[in-house]
C-alpha cells in the first residue's frame, strides 16, 4: 500500500486560496489519488480524485506532478465552514478494502 | 434523498455487555462497508459487503464483532461481549455496483458514525 505524509495541521484566514500537499512516494502505477473531507461529529466525504495532471470540480483542484509522486489540493478562497479534516488516500480507483487507508489527514482551521 | 444513516448516534455500555449498531446504506447501493475510528487512531476498514455476502471481512478484529446484512439492505455490527478497547466511533459507507451510472470512481458515502463508549 501506497503510505501518504501530509501536515498535521494548516491555518488559514477566511477568502485565502489553501493548498495541501500529500506525499506519496510509492505510489503504484494504477492507483489513483483520493481526497476526503471530515467536519466534527460526520463521516468522511468525497472531495475529488486524480490520476494525473491537474481535476478540477465545484469544490476543489487536484494538482499532480508527472512523477505522481506527491499532489497538492487547492482550495480556493476557503471559508470557515471549510474548517475540517482532510485525507488524502492513494490506491485501485474504487478503494476496496484494507486498500481504503486513511493516514492522520490535515486539520485545517480557517480564520475569521 | 436519504443520505447513510446509523443508529444509535452514542451508545454507553459496560465492559461485557452486548451493543448491536445499525446502518442503513443509500436506496440500491449494493456496497456496504464498515470502518472505525479507536481513540487516537486513524481510521481503520474492518469489513465489506456485496449485497448480502461479505466480501471481504480481514478488517474485523476479533470473534466479539459479527456483522450482518440481511437481505441486502440494513447491516448491523454487534459487539459481544464488549470490552474497553473496543470504544471509539464505527463508520459506515456504502457505494453503488462498480462502474454504476458510467462513474469511474465508485464513491463510498459516510453515515454520521455511532460514537461507542465501554466503561
Known amino acids: 500500500l501506497a503510505k501518504t505524509t501530509q501536515p498535521i495541521s494548516m491555518d488559514s484566514y477566511e477568502g485565502q486560496e489553501v493548498n495541501i500537499t500529500c506525499s506519496h512516494n510509492?505510489?503504484?502505477?494504477?492507483?489513483?489519488i483520493t481526497w476526503y473531507q471530515q467536519f466534527p461529529s460526520q463521516g468522511p466525504r468525497f472531495i475529488i480524485q486524480?490520476?494525473?495532471t491537474k481535476v478540477t470540480n465545484e469544490v476543489a483542484s487536484l494538482f499532480i506532478p508527472a512523477d505522481r509522486k506527491s499532489s497538492t489540493l487547492s482550495l480556493p478562497r476557503v471559508s470557515l465552514s471549510d474548517t475540517a479534516v482532510y485525507y488524502c488516500?492513494?490506491?485501485?480507483?474504487?478503494?476496496?478494502?484494507?486498500?481504503?487507508?486513511f493516514g492522520p489527514g490535515t486539520r485545517l482551521s480557517v480564520l475569521p | 434523498e436519504a443520505g447513510v444513516t446509523q443508529f444509535p448516534s452514542h451508545s454507553v455500555i459496560e465492559k461485557g455487555q452486548t451493543v448491536t449498531l445499525r446502518c442503513d446504506p443509500i436506496?440500491?447501493?449494493?456496497?456496504l462497508y464498515w470502518y472505525r475510528r479507536v481513540m487516537g487512531k486513524e481510521i481503520k476498514f474492518l469489513l465489506h459487503?456485496?449485497?448480502?455476502?461479505?466480501?471481504?471481512e480481514s478488517g474485523m478484529p476479533n470473534n466479539r464483532f459479527l456483522a450482518e446484512r440481511t437481505g441486502g439492505t440494513y447491516s448491523t455490527l454487534k459487539v459481544q461481549p464488549a470490552e474497553l478497547e473496543d470504544s471509539g466511533v464505527y463508520f459506515c459507507?456504502?457505494?453503488?455496483?462498480?462502474?454504476?451510472?458510467?462513474?469511474?470512481?465508485?464513491?463510498?458515502?459516510f453515515g454520521p458514525g455511532t460514537r461507542l463508549t465501554v466503561l
Open positions: 459507507a456504502s457505494s453503488q455496483g462498480a462502474g454504476a451510472s458510467g462513474m469511474t470512481y465508485n464513491e463510498q458515502f
Open positions: 510509492n505510489i503504484a502505477t494504477n492507483d489513483y
Open positions: 486524480g490520476y494525473k
Open positions: 488516500l492513494v490506491g485501485l480507483p474504487y478503494n476496496y478494502g484494507q486498500n481504503f487507508v
Open positions: 436506496s440500491g447501493h449494493d456496497n
Open positions: 459487503f456485496v449485497k448480502e455476502s461479505k466480501q471481504d
